[in-house]
């Protein structure tokens, strides 16, 4: 059951990764930090899938250690600023991440997904 669970997170945070990488495709930085609901939409979604990573660091920790790929403490991190941040998360950042670190994240969990699927 614990490995139906690591897989139900690594697909929620691969979604949410890409639904952030999604929202700002074909859109510019300009627009993005004019754009209160697009804001919001790619905050929750790095939200979502940094909070689906702290579950597994807390309820998984050997699949963490097992996959030093990720930088499991810089995604807790941002899960904690955005989650007690409210107003004061830096829109930059969040643009940086859904465009620049969320491809290759979805790519490293698509690796993982594909192993577990072949049967580990």
């Known amino acids: 059951m614990s490995s ?3 897989v139900l997170l690594l697909q929620r945070m691969r979604q949410a990764a890409f639904e952030a990488h999604g929202f700002v495709a074909g859109v510019d930085k300009t627009f993005f930090l004019q754009n209160l609901i697009l804001q919001r939409a ?3 979604s790095l939200l979502m899938s940094s909070e689906c990573a702290a579950q597994l660091m807390d309820k998984h920790p050997e699949f963490v250690s097992d996959h030093p790929e990720f930088p499991w403490v810089l995604i ?3 899960r904690n600023r955005m989650a007690n941040g409210y107003f004061d998360i830096n829109l930059e950042w969040v643009w940086d991440t859904a465009t620049m670190e969320a491809p290759d994240f ?3 969990l698509d690796a993982i997904l594909e192993w577990r699927a072949e049967g580990e």
């Open 4 to 6: 139906d669970r690591i």
């Open 42 to 44: 790619v905050g929750m």
């Open 76 to 78: 807790r991190g941002m």
């Open 106 to 108: 979805v790519e490293k």
